[in-house]
């Protein structure tokens, strides 16, 4: 929680918890049997206070909580989600729209759905599928200084999606790697896209997702599960893999070092 500076995490059996100070090693659950994914972000209409959602798995419970900076609950209410289908996975991903965080995006296993009323009513965005355990989406963006809210990239095993500028719904890409682990985008650029995959490879690509590169040069780690885009001055990716955190800057993409070495 960027705000009252707490983690949430969703866990199996024990559901979602919740710290209950920064400083603190002790965790509560809003809701137990098995967490699902998480999401948390300063209120876009009252910034002293947070919003949280989460569920337990399958999307069960899905709730949004309010809570103020010294992390007491402020409210708490259940998204009616009109025009759901609810045909989601046992984890279902949820992703915090970069640019307007009135918005989110929900992976389910007929399509992507988007909400720009925190969840009330919802609206089909592009094809999807059976996935695992992954996480693999990135929802807004921007470009040239400009807000592109409706932007969208998104993985369904090895299948790439994305709804770039004048496109209404995601279409998928050219993707002849393996399943897709995890995606990061440019900040400053929805253009710029980068994917790990489960070859414990990683692609970049500057158009949009049309071509890629492989850009993993000297990476010798394994089980690469996600991937971040770090703007500012160490402008660059790291990458979660089995054997630690790894980063590699923009002015030499494939040159590899691990963090905390």
Aim: aromatic letters at 12%; zero cysteines; glycine letters at 10%.
């Amino acid at each position: 929680d960027p705000l009252s500076k707490t983690i949430i995490i969703g866990n199996q059996d024990t559901g979602t918890g919740m710290q209950f100070a920064d400083d603190d090693s002790r965790f509560f659950s809003i809701s137990t049997a098995d967490g699902g994914d998480v999401a948390a972000f300063i209120d876009p209409s009252n910034p002293e206070q947070s919003i949280r959602l989460s569920s337990f798995q399958s999307l069960g419970a899905f709730r949004l909580t309010r809570w103020d900076a010294d992390n007491n609950l402020v409210s708490q209410s259940f998204p009616a989600l009109t025009n759901f289908d609810f045909a989601v996975p046992f984890v279902t991903p949820i992703e915090i729209n970069a640019v307007d965080q009135t918005r989110f995006a929900i992976q389910g296993t007929t399509s992507v759905w988007v909400t720009d009323d925190f969840g009330d009513t919802v609206e089909a965005a592009g094809p999807a599928g059976f996935i695992g355990l992954t996480n693999a989406m990135i929802y807004g963006g921007r470009a040239n200084g400009q807000d592109f809210p409706d932007v969208l990239y998104y993985g369904v095993n090895d299948q790439l999606f994305a709804r770039v500028p004048g496109q209404s719904m995601a279409t998928e890409r050219t993707w002849n790697f393996d399943f897709i682990n995890d995606i990061a985008i440019n900040s400053s650029d929805y253009r710029e896209v980068f994917i790990v995959d489960a070859s414990n490879r990683v692609y970049r690509s500057t158009t949009s997702a049309s071509s890629f590169s492989d850009i993993t040069g000297n990476l010798g780690a394994t089980q690469l599960r996600t991937i971040e885009y770090l703007p500012g001055p160490n402008e660059g990716i790291i990458v979660g893999t089995a054997s630690g955190v790894w980063y590699s800057s923009a002015d030499s993409y494939g040159d590899w070092s691990r963090l905390g070495e």
